[in-house]
């Protein structure tokens, strides 16, 4: 079965960091884009990072200089390092897959659980 598994969430105060893992199974991550997208209570999923297989990366406005993400293709595990978090950074967070961080969600696909991220004193 392919997909992905994301951990690594958890409850933090503001001006905190993670780190969320997503790691693939069943396929492998080479060749591929990995997006990680988030979505709020009430509002709709948002793209917020994607890492392109030859390791370029393009982040939400919002999160620039904040978040980073890489990707370990040995282990088959992206990364979403997270730091100076706020607020409106609480969310669920989930990986998928595409063939290029050029396509918009609707294209990504084998999407994980998700895992939850709060931001909260």
């Known amino acids: 079965q392919v997909r992905f598994v994301e951990s690594g969430g958890g409850l933090v105060q503001p001006g905190g960091s993670l780190r969320l893992s997503c790691v693939a199974s069943?396929?492998?991550?080479?060749?591929?884009?990995i997006g990680w997208f988030r979505q709020a209570p009430g509002e709709e999923r948002e793209a917020v990072s994607c890492?392109?297989?030859?390791?370029?990366?393009t982040y939400l406005e919002s999160v620039k200089g904040r978040f980073a993400t890489s990707r370990d293709n040995g282990k088959n595990t992206v990364y979403l390092q997270m730091n100076s978090l706020k607020f409106g950074d609480t969310a669920v967070y989930y990986c998928?897959?595409?063939?290029?961080?050029?396509?918009?969600?609707?294209?990504?696909?084998?999407w994980g659980q998700g895992t939850q991220v709060t931001v909260s004193l």
């Open positions: 998928a897959t595409s063939r290029s961080c050029a396509l918009t969600q609707r294209n990504f696909v084998s």
């Open positions: 069943g396929f492998s991550l080479d060749y591929k884009a």
């Open positions: 890492i392109s297989s030859d390791g370029s990366t």
